[in-house]
């Protein structure tokens, strides 16, 4: 770690004790990394919740050339995804869950984009042009499955991409839950081509004005806590691909607080292993 001042974004000690093996160490050809991947770790978590441009990264971090190197070529070989995949499992396992959940609930956000090309569309529902931000969590609020696309696209036909990915890398589901939205003809897709059930959550009839809705706010509270991470507020990226690794950087930085906590409670009751830990190395073995 760098003498520099510290940024409120920076991980701690144990953040990174949790982090650093799930990060690629050095190619045995190629240029040698000049910067430590600490710093460039923090760099990109920097620039996710404080939303400034490359550029205007501060000049006490790694050269902003640099740091977006290292952010593309970790999206482009699925090292983001399998970051977030990891401590997805390693935080439902500490918190007393099954490490593959078994019920997911979904639902989209349409958010503005800003000049910058790439696809977009126009929501005429939400009077939005830009894209459309499909999330399939589980009980936790915790990601299993994020696309984004244009937000011209309909939510049954968005929903058809992320329960495709579903399908594939979660077959322990065995129920979604959703809005109105995703009714009508997506509920025989679904009963056609998954394992599962999709069940619709309804309104309360005769209820007027705002109401929680069953299973349907942990969605909601996982949109939230997105919205605290100002790259997050509209679409900056070029490429949906980018703007589905953003999100997952921001629950990636979630879910370390999160873990570092549950190790310093360990070690404060005096486990020298955590449980969790071990079920995870039982997971990865398998």
Same mark, same amino acid.
């Given at each position: 770690?760098?003498?520099?001042? !510290?940024?409120?974004?920076?991980?701690?000690?144990?953040?990174? &004790?949790?982090?650093?093996? /799930?990060?690629?160490?050095?190619?045995?050809?190629?240029?040698? *990394?000049?910067?430590?991947?600490?710093? *460039?770790?923090?760099?990109?978590?920097?620039?996710?919740?404080?939303?400034?441009? =490359?550029?205007?990264?501060?000049?006490?971090?790694?050269?902003?050339?640099?740091?977006?190197?290292?952010?593309?070529? =970790?999206?482009?070989?699925?090292?983001?995804? !399998?970051?977030?995949?990891?401590?997805?499992?390693?935080?439902?396992?500490?918190?007393?869950?099954?490490?593959?959940?078994?019920?997911?609930?979904?639902?989209?956000?349409?958010?503005?984009?800003?000049?910058?090309?790439?696809?977009?569309?126009?929501?005429?529902?939400?009077?939005?042009?830009?894209?459309?931000?499909?999330? /399939?969590?589980?009980? /936790?609020?915790?990601?299993?499955?994020?696309?984004? &696309?244009?937000?011209?696209?309909?939510?049954?036909?968005?929903?058809?991409?992320?329960?495709?990915?579903?399908?594939?890398?979660?077959?322990?589901?065995?129920?979604?839950?959703?809005?109105?939205?995703?009714?009508?003809?997506?509920?025989? =897709?679904?009963?056609?081509?998954?394992?599962?059930?999709?069940?619709?959550?309804?309104?309360?009839?005769?209820?007027?004005?705002?109401?929680?809705?069953?299973?349907? =706010?942990?969605?909601?509270?996982?949109?939230?806590?997105?919205?605290?991470?100002?790259?997050?507020?509209?679409?900056?990226?070029?490429?949906?691909?980018?703007?589905? !690794?953003?999100?997952?950087?921001?629950?990636?930085?979630?879910?370390?607080?999160?873990?570092?906590?549950?190790?310093? !409670?360990?070690?404060?009751?005096?486990?020298?292993?955590?449980?969790?830990?071990?079920?995870?190395?039982?997971?990865?073995?398998?």
């Amino acid at each position: 770690m760098s003498m520099r001042q !510290a940024y409120s974004t920076d991980m701690m000690d144990g953040e990174w &004790h949790i982090l650093e093996p /799930l990060i690629p160490t050095q190619r045995q050809r190629g240029r040698k *990394i000049s910067y430590q991947r600490r710093e *460039i770790v923090n760099a990109i978590f920097y620039l996710n919740r404080n939303g400034c441009t =490359w550029r205007n990264l501060p000049h006490d971090l790694p050269p902003y050339r640099t740091v977006s190197h290292y952010y593309q070529r =970790w999206r482009r070989d699925g090292t983001w995804q !399998a970051m977030h995949d990891h401590l997805r499992v390693r935080l439902r396992l500490a918190s007393g869950r099954h490490a593959e959940p078994s019920a997911g609930i979904i639902d989209s956000q349409s958010v503005k984009m800003t000049e910058q090309r790439g696809e977009r569309g126009y929501d005429a529902g939400k009077k939005i042009k830009g894209r459309k931000r499909h999330l /399939l969590v589980d009980t /936790l609020g915790l990601l299993l499955v994020t696309v984004v &696309h244009p937000a011209s696209l309909q939510d049954r036909d968005g929903a058809k991409l992320v329960l495709d990915q579903a399908r594939r890398g979660f077959p322990s589901l065995e129920r979604i839950w959703a809005d109105g939205g995703y009714g009508g003809k997506l509920i025989h =897709w679904v009963e056609q081509t998954c394992p599962w059930v999709l069940e619709i959550v309804k309104r309360m009839q005769g209820h007027k004005g705002f109401q929680v809705r069953p299973h349907l =706010w942990i969605v909601e509270r996982t949109f939230g806590w997105l919205g605290r991470y100002r790259r997050l507020s509209k679409d900056y990226e070029c490429f949906p691909q980018s703007s589905e !690794a953003m999100i997952q950087i921001a629950m990636i930085r979630l879910m370390l607080r999160r873990l570092a906590r549950y190790s310093e !409670a360990q070690q404060c009751c005096g486990q020298s292993r955590p449980t969790s830990t071990v079920q995870l190395d039982e997971v990865l073995a398998a």
